[in-house]
């Protein structure tokens, strides 16, 4: 089955510390993309950073970063230096397009809190 | 770029009554997709469009949904008879074709249906 998981509903870290969001996937799938998005209180989701699954490097956007463990099918996403306005829900979410699927499947999200 | 737009941003309507939705993309974007999301969940795939066809449609859209492109520009989604466990977050999203795993999905704000 073609799933994400993300375990912590809600997490909350001090303002200029960085916080760690995790994110596992199951596919049986060898070409994949993973993906993190941001969705605030307005409701519009994100776009924050991409990672193929053939790419050897971990991606980085800025203050994000995406800790990618293929073998144990792990996507965590990094923001460093947290900000206030980086309270919102994030997802986590897979592209596949084995089966003519072509379409992204979402985690149900974590809720982060930054603190002043 | 104005982005991608959903009218109308919140609807109230009545158990039985039928609504619609309408969704502007990202001009240059010729692929269209609809999601539902409700309180603390992720996003769940609908259908998508490319250009005026609907290429997929998930098992989640009973046939009291019917969703239409007809010129391959914008989208609308209609409900018919709605049923309480209809009341979501309906997310619309546009992407460019050709982008491989890594195509992003642009996201609109969303229309907040409540169904009484």
């Known amino acids: ?116 | 770029d104005t982005g991608v737009s959903q009218d109308p941003r919140h609807k109230i309507t009545k158990r039985g009554q039928n609504v619609t939705f309408r969704c502007d993309p990202i001009s240059e974007h010729n692929r269209l997709y609809w999601y539902r999301q409700t309180l603390g969940q992720g996003p769940e795939f609908l259908t998508y469009f490319q250009n005026e066809a609907q290429l997929e449609k998930s098992r989640l859209l009973s046939d009291r949904f019917s969703a239409e492109r007809p010129k391959g520009s914008f989208s609308t989604l209609e409900i018919q008879r709605t049923e309480q466990g209809d009341s979501a977050m309906y997310l619309c999203a546009s992407s460019l074709a050709g982008g491989g795993l890594n195509e992003k999905l642009f996201f609109g704000s969303g229309t907040q249906l409540s169904v009484l």
């Open chain 1, 1 to 116: 089955a073609q799933k994400i998981t993300q375990t912590q509903p809600g997490m909350f870290v001090q303002e200029k510390e960085a916080v760690t969001l995790d994110c596992t996937y199951d596919t049986s799938d060898q070409s994949y993309g993973l993906f993190w998005y941001k969705q605030p209180s307005s409701g519009e989701m994100i776009f924050l950073i991409y990672q193929g699954s053939y790419d050897e490097q971990n991606a980085t956007e800025g203050r994000y970063s995406l800790n990618f463990q293929k073998a144990r099918k792990s996507a965590n996403l990094v923001i460093s230096a947290s900000q206030l306005g980086d309270s919102a829900m994030y997802f986590c979410a897979m592209r596949l397009f084995s089966g003519g699927y072509n379409k992204l499947i979402f985690g149900a999200g974590t809720r982060l809190a930054v603190h002043p």
